[in-house]
C-alpha cells in the first residue's frame, strides 16, 4: 500500500474518569434537522452552572457504541479526538452547546450530553438529521464511442420511504447557465418517460448512449422528497471527447520495436481509452479488471459505484487479488476507492499484494477508480465487498 500523506495523530491530552449512565436511554428529547455542510448547534438546557460536569458523547453508527466528544469539569473543557470523528470540526461553547461544523451525512446518529452535580445525573437526548436538501458537483470525461452511465448521488443520500421523484435534465444549448430541460423520470422506482438516446436505472442513474457530440455538457438530477423537505439535486459536468482518431496522412506508428506505415485514408485507432465499471445495488458482488485474469487494457479507466439499500451502514471491501504496475506514488497504474463525499479512503494501491487487504467505508456507498496508463499492463486485480 503507498501513501503520500502522513497522518499525524495528536495524543489525548487528558484522560479523565467519567461513570457513564448504564441501561436503556431514554426517549428522544429533541429531534433536530441540519442540512449537509451547514453547522448543527446541538444545545444542553440541563447545564446551568458551571460547577456542574458535562460530557457529550455520541453512538457510533457501525457498533452502537457510545464515543466521548468532550467532557467540562469546574469550568474547563477537554476534547477527545482520538475518539471523535469530528475532530477538528466541533466548538464546545460556554453554555455548554455543541456546534458541528461542515456537517457530513456520516453526523447523522444520537447525541447526548449529560450533567452531573453533587452525585445527581441527567441526560439529555438530540436525534440530529442530516437530511435539508443541498447539491452536489462532480465532473465526467468520456469517449463519445461509448455510452456512459451518470449516477445519481442525490437519490443515494435520500431516504427511500421519503423518495418521491427523481428527474434527469440536461442543458438546453450546452452552455453554462442556459436552461435545462427534461430527459427522463423515475415515479416510484418505475420509468415514466425516457427521451431518445437516454434510458434511466431503478437505482436512479441515467445512461447516456453512444453518438454524441464533442464538447461540453451539464446533466442535473433532481429528487424531489415525500415529507416536503428541500429536493436534493446533483449536477455532472461531463466532457465528451473522441478517442478514436480518423487520418487522411500517412501515419508512422511504433508498436515495441516494430515501426509500421500505413497510407491512404484508413481508419487508424489511437491510444484508445479503456472505459468500464458500472453501478453495483446487490449487498454482496465481485468485479474485476478488464481480462482478468490475463493483462489488462493500456489507457484503462474504470469506475464502479457500490450503492447499497438504507439499511447497510458501512461497506467491506477485500483486494483478493493485487498486482499492477509497481511506483512509488501510485502514479501510473492504480485502484483507488473514495466514499460518497468523494474523500478517499486510505491509499492508492499498486505493485502486487502478496495477502488480501481489507478495508471498511462508512456509508452506503464506495466508489473504486481503476487506471492505467500506456506503458506497463500486469494481471490487474480482484475486487470482492458486502455491506455490513
Known amino acids: 500500500m503507498h501513501c503520500f500523506n502522513i497522518a499525524i495523530v495528536l495524543p489525548i491530552l487528558v484522560y479523565l474518569q467519567f461513570i457513564d449512565i448504564k441501561g436503556a436511554l431514554s426517549a428522544v428529547d429533541v429531534k433536530q434537522n441540519e442540512c449537509y455542510k451547514s453547522k448543527a448547534l446541538l444545545d444542553c438546557p440541563l447545564y446551568k452552572d ?79 438529521n442530516v437530511a435539508c436538501g443541498h447539491t452536489t458537483v462532480t465532473k465526467r470525461e468520456v469517449c463519445i464511442e461509448e455510452d456512459v452511465v451518470l449516477d445519481c448521488d442525490a437519490k443515494h443520500r435520500t431516504n427511500p420511504r421519503k423518495l418521491k421523484q427523481v428527474t434527469w435534465k440536461k442543458e438546453s444549448d450546452g452552455k453554462q447557465g442556459s436552461s435545462f430541460s427534461k430527459v427522463a423520470a423515475l415515479y416510484d422506482d418505475v420509468t415514466t418517460d425516457a427521451n431518445d438516446g437516454f434510458s434511466i436505472h431503478s437505482n436512479g442513474a441515467l445512461l447516456v448512449r453512444k453518438g454524441r457530440e464533442e464538447g461540453n455538457m451539464t446533466y442535473k438530477c433532481d429528487v424531489s422528497r415525500t415529507d416536503g423537505n428541500k429536493d436534493e439535486t446533483h449536477l455532472v459536468h461531463v466532457k465528451s471527447i473522441k478517442c478514436r482518431n480518423e487520418t487522411q496522412k500517412p501515419v508512422k506508428r511504433n508498436i515495441g520495436s516494430v515501426s509500421m506505415t500505413t497510407e491512404g485514408a484508413s481508419v487508424i485507432i489511437t491510444q484508445k481509452t479503456i472505459v468500464c465499471g458500472g453501478v453495483l445495488n446487490n449487498s454482496v458482488g465481485t468485479f474485476q479488471s478488464p481480462n482478468f485474469p490475463s493483462a489488462y487494457p493500456a489507457n484503462s479507466h474504470c469506475k464502479w459505484t457500490i450503492s447499497l439499500p438504507q439499511d447497510y451502514a458501512a461497506i467491506n471491501i477485500t483486494l483478493d487479488h493485487l498486482n499492477l504496475e509497481p511506483e512509488k506514488r501510485c502514479r501510473y497504474d492504480y485502484l483507488a476507492v473514495y466514499d460518497r463525499l468523494d474523500n478517499q479512503v486510505g491509499c492508492r494501491h499498486c505493485g502486487l499484494y502478496g495477502k488480501t487487504i481489507i478495508f471498511q467505508v462508512r456509508g452506503r456507498t464506495a466508489v473504486v477508480v481503476f487506471k492505467s496508463d500506456d506503458s506497463v499492463q500486469k494481471t490487474g486485480f480482484k475486487v470482492s465487498y458486502r455491506g455490513v
Not at 457510545?66 to 477538528?88: E, Q, T, Y
Request: some cysteine; proline content about 3%; charged content about 25%.
Open 50 to 128: 458551571p460547577s456542574m460536569v458535562l460530557k457529550w458523547r455520541y453512538q457510533e453508527l457501525l457498533t452502537g457504541r457510545w464515543s466521548k466528544i468532550a467532557i467540562v469539569k469546574s469550568g474547563k473543557a477537554r476534547v477527545f479526538p482520538v475518539n471523535s470523528n469530528l475532530d477538528g470540526r466541533f466548538i464546545l461553547h460556554s453554555n455548554g452547546s455543541l456546534e458541528i461544523r461542515s456537517l457530513h451525512h456520516d453526523d447523522e446518529t444520537l447525541y447526548q450530553c449529560i450533567v452531573m452535580q453533587r452525585g445527581d445525573r441527567e441526560a439529555h437526548l438530540i436525534e440530529l
